[in-house]
């Protein structure tokens, strides 16, 4: 435990040293410590943090105890954990070692690249597009009077607050084939009754659309929050240079919305990309083999809390955050900016 | 502290730093997690063992000391009261009286109940399972996979000859895995076919029904239904519910297999052989023409739409268990289903020149002895186990709550019991669990006999019950067009025996 | 409207059309305008057919249920649904069940989000941006990975189909409460507390007395989407709860769905009536405090 904490200092200091030597963490052996214009010598760097601490206000420490014993205890040990159960089997209550064989079975299974699959289509679509409804219902909102703003914002929030189950229990009798009001509507404009939820190739389809109808809310609220942010001089100053309408959108609203559609949009995606609720009520996972609705939630759920397959569990759940983090890190050096807070 | 000159602004330097930092940390976590221990050691059944001898039992004698403790969990399957008449009566009602009475006889046990609602069954119950400890009598019968890991002990031991001649052989046959006795045969609830006479009396195809008493419903004499019953657009004669069901793998798919005289493993359940059985891509490729003639329900149902049609006559045939009635009456009580509304059970549907099968011989009904190192409960709790599959007065509570006893003792208990004028009752009971033959073990998917098998099938998890399953979804493919029988059936042979090591 | 037009060489047809769309702050194409409302109301009902959709079906009678096509409106509108459902699901259990769950874990969110975010935002201590780096940097830790070792533990713990399980695991809030509450302390001015130190006050008395009840627009925000938020939370109540008893109502509800024994499941009518019951309190909750969500989750997401 000595030991840990030692080492956990030395990470510490090189992540304090680091200043304007760029932004690769350096890690140091205990003992060596690599010089840089900031630093004198390590005896100074540790003094320098105690009388830091001794100067601190310790109510401070007090306060943030809870949160931090909860983050430690529920989200650093937690994760530990699930790294180390990635390379266990478990079979009634018995835990073996055994290496890379869950990574290597997940990877070879066409079920992990069928999930993969779905759910990357799946975000991209909701994600992209609903965006894109965002914006334009938010541009369409933004110049009502306030009472008629207040009307449609709430009209399309109003699905979020109710809960995805709800939504997705109301969306599985209306797909249903046999007494669905979808396949009465659809019947009406000369489409064949379908089979919405069990065609492999309209299930995914199908619950891409329900959640582009029940979640464009909170994305417009922030929209229009933000496109109020944007002085009016600008608007009046392009419509004085002629411009229409389409290209003030475009050319000013847009740009000036960026900050808050790179943040919908990452936000937007690892949310999307952990979706589980609507799979598990309207497809359990989708007809067929591999299924046309699994995602990487649902299959991770499923390996765990059906199959049994903790450990591949894990690992799988594993491959997401590295996922995820491959992806934020992209997001963050190609749409680079300088965010303040 | 202000080597950041900045504090307030996040760069991605600073934000890429402190989840680096982060990771580490955790990983560094990830070090000081401790391995759970296991408590039980466990015997594991490493080879086949052959069938020995069963030595003459030492019935356990009341010992003067305190009574040995066993827990027992239960699920809630008796609806009537203890008198085995009041409806309605609450649940645990009967278990306990049943309990006081068998710890009236045997004064040297006590009975620790633990009745735990269906909803919570299936939680609790792998809970266990996947944390190694039973209670020492559990309802339900002993997989072959959980048997493996060594989560029942056998009860060789305390079985007599007499126990055996009174016990159904089949469902013994069942309850014993591996050379070696672990399930109970308490109760049967097998499975089968049912029929709405009324639906077909209604809108034809009444004529087919098997009259014999044997009941036997020929392939041939369904297709007779099917056509005269389905239209095609809103009446289907077959519901299978493949849209959620994984019963629908048991009750349609292996019993149309059974029924043609498919096989699905070999003698030593090392290989999976159902491919090289022409028939068996016949079987799936009724399946297919059954749909496109419009004789099932289309659009992969589920199990409530199954239903649903069922009740409002727009569906013939399913299989089911004989609690079909109870279901029924609920759902005349809740206004979906009409009367009057006549069901009859049958066999599932076989080959006309091959012979019916009675399904469900592993089904529930068998209890089942968790391990445990002290030997004063295992016998205890055979002992329970035991009273409840023998015990005449026990017979007609099974009766009377929807399931049938198995014991010679209990049959002849309830011989003359009114329920029993109730010819689908009467038939079950006289005819399809005492002289249809069993359905081969072989020819069921799941009842492997084999222990490296069985531990290699529930490691690809290939075939079991759930929406999720491979089975299922690929017989949804198959139903999707987008597969075809011989496909389907190498590409099962192969993923099985691939697994399995032995040759394709 | 303003006449901004003088620096404005328009054609007399702008002009006239300005003049018609007279209340309208830009000067919009009246037939443009017309289709953005249209558009606008289409995706509304989209929007909020589901809802009535949902409502009116758990008021028809089963047997209307099974027809197709089906009815828009209810001719014969019956109680029965929730009726029976009340019958034979403990819905009354399960939402204090959702209600308790949700106080406290909201009241939880607030008191140690606010702490935390005070003190990251005001108080002086060594370690306290590393710290705070370390923390918003795992927001993009998906809870996937945590659920499975979490619920091992709770196994182990012997906390399964208990309160504790529900309530405990992330009680504080998390990040994402204390860095709304940050975020808003950060804009509290600091005299008071310099103020208050001078007089004496204790940190913990500063705190209570002073910055939480400046807080409320926060709290009343971060206190509402929380609230919602756990209400509706589905995953991990779901793993944890095994018996009827303590089960919440989203995972009983959507346990009433399917089930291999049709006489297990329950009708459309019972399920979708669960729904109604279930989604009216937040309808409600989002009814009275419209103008926070309006405005409220935007705290925190941009600048300024």
Same mark, same amino acid.
């Given at each position: ?53 001794? &100067? ?69 679509? *909701? ?25 449609? &914002? ?20 209306? =797909?249903?084939? =046999? ?69 003030? =959108? ?83 050096? *190609? =749409? ?6 | ?65 305190? @009574? ?21 009566? @609450? ?16 004064? %040297? ?195 409530? %739409? ?133 359905? @081969? ?64 | ?8 060489? !328009? ?9 018609? /769309? ?55 509108? !019956? ?15 399960? !939402? ?16 140690? $989000? ?30 996937? +990975? !945590? ?111 399917? /089930? ?8 459309? $009518? ?17 009814? +009275? ?16």
């Amino acid at each position: 435990m000595l030991r840990l904490s030692r080492a956990l200092c030395f990470i510490f200091r090189a992540a304090v040293s680091n200043g304007a030597d760029g932004w690769q963490l350096k890690m140091r052996t205990v003992g060596s410590l690599r010089s840089s214009p900031f630093s004198e010598s390590k005896i100074s760097r540790w003094t320098q943090f105690r009388s830091a601490f001794r &100067k601190s206000n310790k109510w401070g420490y007090l306060f943030i105890l809870p949160l931090v014993a909860d983050f430690l205890f529920f989200t650093a040990y937690m994760v530990g954990f699930a790294v180390w159960l990635s390379f266990q089997q478990i079979s009634a209550g018995n835990y073996t070692f055994v290496g890379l064989q869950n990574f290597e079975r997940i990877l070879r299974s066409p079920a992990t690249w069928n999930a993969l699959r779905n759910t990357l289509s799946y975000t991209s679509i *909701v994600v992209v597009v609903g965006l894109a409804i965002a914006l334009i219902l938010s541009e369409l909102i933004f110049r009502r009077s306030s009472k008629v703003q207040i009307f449609f &914002k709430s009209a399309f929030y109003l699905p979020a607050v109710v809960s995805t189950i709800v939504i997705s229990l109301v969306w599985y009798w209306i =797909f249903n084939p =046999f007494y669905g009001i979808l396949n009465a509507a659809a019947g009406l404009i000369g489409i064949p009754p379908q089979n919405w939820l069990m065609n492999p190739n309209l299930a995914l389809s199908s619950i891409i659309f329900m959640t582009l109808v029940s979640s464009g809310g909170p994305a417009i609220i922030l929209l229009t929050a933000a496109m109020g942010g944007i002085p009016n001089e600008l608007w009046d100053a392009a419509r004085i240079d002629g411009a229409s309408d389409w290209t003030r =959108f475009w050319r000013v609203t847009v740009p000036l919305l960026r900050p808050t559609l790179l943040y919908l949009f990452v936000v937007g995606f690892i949310g999307n990309f952990q979706v589980f609720e609507q799979i598990y009520i309207l497809t359990s996972g989708g007809p067929g083999f591999p299924g046309a609705t699994e995602t990487v939630g649902f299959l991770i759920y499923d390996s765990a809390f059906r199959a049994m397959q903790f450990g591949q569990s894990a690992a799988l759940s594993l491959l997401l955050f590295v996922f995820i983090l491959i992806f934020s890190i992209v997001q963050f050096r *190609v =749409f680079s900016s300088e965010l303040e807070y | 502290m202000s080597v950041n000159h900045s504090k307030n602004v996040i760069t991605r330097r600073n934000m890429l730093k402190a989840f680096a930092f982060g990771s580490v940390g955790t990983l560094t976590a990830a070090c000081a997690v401790p391995a759970p221990p296991s408590e039980v050691t466990r015997e594991v059944p490493r080879e086949v063992i052959v069938e020995k001898e069963v030595e003459v039992v030492v019935t356990a004698t009341p010992s003067a000391g305190p @009574p040995v403790e066993i827990d027992y969990w239960q699920a809630p399957i008796w609806r009537l009261g203890k008198d085995n008449q009041t409806p309605n009566a @609450p649940i645990d009602e009967w278990i306990n009286y049943s309990i006081e009475q068998f710890e009236a006889a045997n004064p %040297d046990i006590k009975v620790r109940l633990e009745l735990i609602p269906w909803d919570t069954w299936g939680a609790k119950t792998s809970t266990a399972f996947a944390s190694g400890t039973l209670p020492n009598l559990l309802y339900g019968a002993p997989q072959p996979d959980r048997v493996l890991v060594g989560l029942y002990d056998p009860i060789d031991e305390f079985v007599t000859e007499e126990d055996k001649a009174n016990w159904s052989s089949a469902r013994l046959a069942a309850g014993t895995l591996f050379g070696r006795i672990y399930g109970i045969p308490t109760f049967s609830n097998p499975n089968m076919y049912a029929i709405s006479k009324t639906a077909l009396e209604q809108y034809g195809g009444a004529d087919f029904i098997p009259t014999d008493d044997m009941r036997g419903l020929t392939i041939q004499s369904l297709e007779k239904i099917a056509e005269a019953f389905s239209d095609g657009t809103s009446r289907y004669a077959l519901g299978v519910p493949v849209g959620d069901s994984p019963t629908s793998i048991y009750f349609d798919l292996a019993h149309a297999m059974i029924g043609r005289g498919v096989m699905m493993w070999d003698e030593g359940f090392e290989r999976f052989i159902a491919h090289e059985n022409p028939r068996s891509v016949e079987a799936l490729q009724w399946f297919v023409n059954a749909q496109k003639n419009g004789w099932m329900i289309p659009n992969l149902p589920k199990g409530n %739409d199954v239903s649903t049609f069922f009740w409002s006559q727009n569906c013939a045939a399913r299989g089911q268990w004989p609690g079909i009635q109870t279901e029924l009456e609920t759902a005349q009580a809740a206004g979906q289903a009409g009367t009057p509304f006549e069901i009859m059970l049958c066999s599932h549907p076989y080959d006309e020149n091959l012979t019916p099968h009675a399904a469900g011989v592993d089904g529930g009904g068998a209890f089942s002895v968790g391990k445990t190192n002290d030997a004063n409960k295992r016998s205890a709790a055979y002992r329970l186990g035991n009273w409840y599959a023998t015990e005449a007065s026990v017979g007609e509570t099974w009766l009377v709550n929807g399931f049938f006893p198995t014991s010679k003792t209990q049959m002849k208990a309830v011989e003359g019991h009114p329920l029993l004028e109730d010819p689908n009752k009467r038939w079950v009971l006289d005819t399809y669990l005492t002289k249809y033959k069993p359905e @081969p073990l072989q020819g069921h998917p799941m009842f492997v006999q084999n222990v490296r098998t069985v531990q290699i099938m529930s490691e690809i998890k290939v075939i079991d019950y759930s929406p999720s399953g491979y089975l299922l979804r690929t017989f949804q493919n198959l139903l999707l067009g987008q597969t075809t029988p011989e496909q389907m059936m190498q590409e099962l042979a192969t993923t099985i025996n691939t697994a399995l090591g032995v040759k394709v | 409207m303003p006449k901004t037009t003088s620096r404005l060489r !328009t054609p007399f047809i702008h002009q006239l059309r300005m003049s018609i /769309g007279g209340f309208f702050k830009w000067k919009s194409l009246a037939p443009v305008t017309i289709l953005a409302y249209a558009i606008l109301v289409i995706w509304a009902l989209l929007s909020l057919f589901p809802l009535y959709w949902m409502a009116k079906n758990s008021l028809e009678p089963a047997m209307s249920l099974n027809q197709f096509p089906p009815n828009l409106v209810p001719i014969n509108p !019956t109680i029965e649904n929730f009726m029976i459902l009340i019958e034979r699901v403990p819905i009354g259990r399960w !939402t204090l069940n959702t209600l308790i769950v949700s106080t406290s874990r909201t009241v939880g969110a607030i008191f140690f $989000g606010a702490m935390a975010g005070y003190a990251f935002a005001k108080l002086n201590f060594a370690g306290r941006e590393i710290i705070f780096w370390i923390l918003m940097s795992t927001l993009m830790i998906p809870s996937f +990975i !945590t659920i499975i070792p979490q619920y091992q533990v709770i196994v182990r713990l012997g906390w399964l189909d208990t309160f504790a399980a529900l309530i405990v695991p992330g009680l504080t809030g998390g990040v994402w409460s204390m860095f709304l509450m940050r975020q808003f302390v950060k804009t509290l001015p600091s005299e008071l507390l310099e103020a208050a130190r001078i007089d004496g006050a204790t940190e913990f008395g500063i705190f209570s007395k002073i910055i939480l009840p400046l807080m409320k627009p926060a709290i009343a925000v971060l206190g509402i989407f929380t609230f919602i938020a756990n209400w509706n939370n589905f995953l991990w109540p779901l793993l944890v709860t095994t018996s009827n008893s303590m089960r919440l109502l989203a995972i009983g509800l959507s346990l009433l769905e399917g /089930g291999t024994a049709s006489a297990q499941a329950a009708s459309q $009518g019972q399920v979708l009536a669960g729904s109604t019951l279930a989604a009216i309190p937040m309808i409600i909750i989002f009814l +009275i405090f419209q103008r926070y969500f309006l405005r409220g989750i935007t705290i925190g997401a941009i600048k300024g």
